[in-house]
């Protein structure tokens, strides 16, 4: 399987200003979009980053973000009919778009949070959240054995994850781990950050442009207001 090394994408600035009522009336041309291509994608195993790029400035990333954090203010409803169309027309593509999805709901249900209003400009500005949790090969389910240790004023980061749904297409990557005293934790990092290793390596049934495979944070640098963010 092919290894791809993230870097920050750079994109054209979206128009954040959509309402809510713009970007539904567009989910339609949005959907043929996505349409496009999508069977010989799954037999190529082509991974539709362009795709992705366009995505970012539709709306449809963050239509949840509510009014008062300058978003379209879009409802529950609004986001499983996003959802809905785009599995419609690519499975992989709605799949992919899942660890996003869950991020805004975050802001979305918790407006005045740290969270919300730390990365709501960046969800404003195309930016894609991906998830790196869950882990394979370990004695029990669930378990965690990415290590997050301290180093001085900083922290390191090291493991492998994998079933990284939608990591390959994101601008910031989270990821469980435990800490020394083996309790619970987590970190939020932008993409291409050095020692972030994300491989193309799903081999299950199906969704193969999802990109489900492998994240291995390799002595990865951690900063302390990056933590539980």
Known sequence: MAT???????????????TREEILANLPVVAARVAEGAAERELEGRLPFELFDYLRTTGITWLRVPTVLGGPGGSTSDQIEVTCAI??????????????FASIESIALDPDGEH???????????????????????????????????????????GHKYYATGAIFADYTSFSAVDE???????????????????????????????????FPNNVRIEAHEINM
Do not use: C
Request: proline residues 5%; charged residues 25%.
């Open 87 to 100: 599995a419609a027309a690519d499975s992989g593509v709605a799949h992919a778009l899942g660890s996003h």
């Open 181 to 215: 005293e083996g309790k619970p934790t987590g970190v939020m990092v932008p993409a291409g950050r050095e020692g972030v290793e994300i491989r193309d390596d799903w081999d299950g049934m199906g969704q193969r442009g999802s990109a489900s495979g492998s994240v």
């Open 4 to 18: 791809k090394i993230l870097d920050r994408r750079q994109t054209a600035d979206p128009v954040s200003s959509l």
């Open 116 to 158: 919300s209003r730390h990365f709501v400009g960046d969800v404003l500005a195309g930016k894609l959240f991906g998830g790196a949790n869950m882990e394979v090969g370990t004695p029990r389910p669930n378990m965690i054995r990415t290590v997050l240790t301290r180093e001085g004023d900083h922290y390191r980061l090291n």
